[in-house]
């Protein structure tokens, strides 16, 4: 059964606007996976959000950032001999990756001031845009504080700081589809509680696979145990493999096997209740819900079996961005099913835009 919710009207511009901006975000995610697994992000270090978009232009200023690049950790313990050529290799990756936010930055911006200033946002839609924008400079602070973690003692990233960087732009991607769906004309669904709750914990359960996922590529994990289904010679490590630093919760982030172990785990886990959900949704006759959950089941199996193959193989770079870019599907069909599910407001409350044309 369904139930119409009072109409809201889709302006296309708002829409199409946020719509690009989420996809210019999955691709930033996306080259940010190659800037890891290349080694490429500290290759710049320094933090010039403006000057910084410009590459060096003359051979003296490639030397000068090579230069920069030889006085830390990671060029002198892993990259000791590294040509000028090489250099330019990894530095074009992180090159890309800074412009790239910074592109997505302006084209957040811009549009966004003409639509306040044409007065075609609803209040409670300007604050949540706000909000993204916010959570947006934030995420460049957050990138810098990543960088440096890697240049004075580490050889690479803090595997915190690189989850917390991933977690923070999806989190403002989930949120810019959340919005997308929010300003488009639907029918509301009538479904139970226990569907809408094991939605959400679907999209609960999605987050914290991609955190220790993140957790997994700052640490290397995917390059040791490479065998499946077993990890470490069983299908469950022995306990002292698995706690052996302190204190003991200090191996849910630091200890190479535990991490890769609670991330298959997980995905086991994301497995069981993507495919509970939606037998429930069929079984109820959820309307749109039924197809949401079929794709995000769907999904959910393909990302296993990436990962698997991820794995069984070293972590080649294209299998390794295949298996984040549906990581980023699951996540988006993860969301959708969640607000497909949740309860609208009538139509004055909810955060839709107002018609260009009547603003004034």
Known sequence: MTTISA??????????WLISVAALIALMVLVGGATRLTESGLSIVEWKPVAGSVPPLSEAQWTDAFEAYKRIPQYR???AGMSLSEFKEIFWWEWSHRLL???IGVAYLLPFLFFLWRGGLSGELKRRLWLL??????QGAVG??????????RVEVSQY???THLILALLIFAGIVWTVRRLAERAQIAASARLRFTSALLLVVTFVQIYFGALVAGLRAGRAYNTWPQIDGAFIPSADRLWFETPWWRNMFDNVLTVQFEHRMTAYALFVLAALHAFDAVRSRAGAAVGGALWLLAAVSLQAVLGILTLLNQVPIGLALAHQAVAIAVLTLAVMQVERLSSRQSAEAQP???????AG
């Open 133 to 138: 924008f916010a959570l947006g400079a934030l």
């Open 7 to 16: 109409p809201s009207e889709p302006y296309r511009a708002v829409r199409w």
């Open 161 to 163: 700081r690189l989850a």
């Open 352 to 358: 839709r835009a107002v018609p260009l044309g009547l």
């Open 101 to 103: 936010g910074r592109f």
């Open 144 to 153: 810098w504080w990543m960088v440096a973690s890697g240049l004075s003692e």
């Open 77 to 79: 313990e892993l990259n």
